[in-house]
Antibody
Framework: QITLKESGPTLVKPTQTLTLTCTFS??????????VGWIRQPPGKALEWLAL???????RYSPSLKSRLTITKDTSKNQVVLTMTNMDPVDTATYYC??????????????????????WGQGTLVTVSS | EIVLTQSPATLSLSPGERATLSCRAS??????LAWYQQKPGQAPRLLIY???NRATGIPARFSGSGSGTDFTLTISSLEPEDFAVYYC???????FGQGTRLEIK
């Protein structure tokens, strides 16, 4: 059974750096094809994808936030860490981590990567305020 | 950058009715489109992946179709628990649409 849980501060001050940890179980981030992503959701607003790290340590970032984000993994601890610098009140949101599954091979042997998240953490609300 | 546009923003229907939600991409995303359901205070739940494949445990009343730039999520007969917000997501930059709120009429 795959589970993920986010942890970190509930309140940060403007200009500070946010560090969030995603602790997961039920899969290994050393398994080929697997990834863990971060998504956030401001109160009453839509989902926004932030970052994704793959089993091979390849990383992807939202173009609009790339300069402020860093995603890392600790395979031995089953954790993924997201840091976001220079926090602002507009960054107030619920932050989710989620599992990106490996893709599949069809009968011809063609590999189809997955581009979705099948398991999500419960989310953690981060408020940015002085 | 590919942008997803969902319509309508709000859909008001009654239980038992058919719901049709649309997601349009600004450029082709092939069949790499997913749909999620989110209820208040809960994390999103994967419904459909690769445009038309139901995720594990998702009832058959949910179906997805489309490819390229135009996609549809259909709920054949609404149950009370289906009233929620629905998001589509595409592969290019993993971005989401702005959501469609499905509310009880």
């Amino acid at each position: 059974q795959i589970t993920l849980k986010e942890s970190g501060p509930t309140l940060v001050k403007p200009t500070q750096t946010l560090t969030l940890t995603c602790t997961f179980s039920g899969f290994s981030l050393s398994t080929s094809g697997v990834g863990v992503g971060w998504i956030r959701q401001p109160p009453g607003k839509a989902l926004e994808w932030l970052a994704l790290i793959y089993w091979d340590d390849d990383k992807r970032y939202s173009p609009s936030l790339k300069s402020r984000l860093t995603i890392t993994k600790d395979t031995s601890k089953n954790q993924v860490v997201l840091t976001m610098t220079n926090m602002d009140p507009v960054d107030t949101a619920t932050y989710y981590c989620a599992h990106r599954p490996l893709g599949y091979y069809d009968s011809s042997g063609y590999y189809y990567p997955s581009y979705y998240f099948d398991y999500w953490g419960q989310g953690t609300l981060v408020t940015v305020s002085s | 950058e590919i942008v997803l546009t969902q319509s309508p923003a709000t859909l008001s229907l009654s239980p038992g009715e058919r719901a049709t939600l649309s997601c349009r991409a600004s450029q082709s995303v092939s069949s790499y489109l997913a749909w999620y359901q989110q209820k208040p205070g809960q994390a999103p739940r994967l419904l459909i992946y690769d445009a038309s494949n139901r995720a594990t445990g998702i009832p058959a009343r949910f179906s997805g179709s489309g490819s390229g730039t135009d996609f549809t999520l259909t709920i054949s007969s609404l149950e009370p628990e289906d009233f929620a917000v629905y998001y589509c997501q595409q592969r290019s930059n993993w971005s989401f649409g702005q959501g469609t709120r499905l509310e009880i009429k």
